[in-house]
């Protein structure tokens, strides 16, 4: 599985590090951000009134068998 032009394998490859790459709870965000109450209390407030739908595993690309895009 290739990686933008380099292979997956490649130590040298663009990638995020960590583990925290993920969308986070109101919960979590409040801990990470407690200095900042308000800011974690309008945010909810937006978020509580926007009408979202996140459709994961689409779309799904097939990838060639020489490995190019």
């Known amino acids: ?40 209390d309008n945010t909810l407030w937006i978020a509580e009134r926007a009408n979202v739908e996140i459709e994961f595993g689409k779309p799904y690309f097939q990838i060639s068998t020489s490995g190019s895009i």
């Open 1 to 40: 599985m290739r990686s933008n032009r380099f292979l997956i394998s490649d130590p040298n490859r663009f990638k995020f590090h960590g583990d925290q790459h993920y969308l986070k709870t109101a919960a979590e965000m409040r801990y990470l951000f407690n200095s900042v109450e308000v800011a974690c």
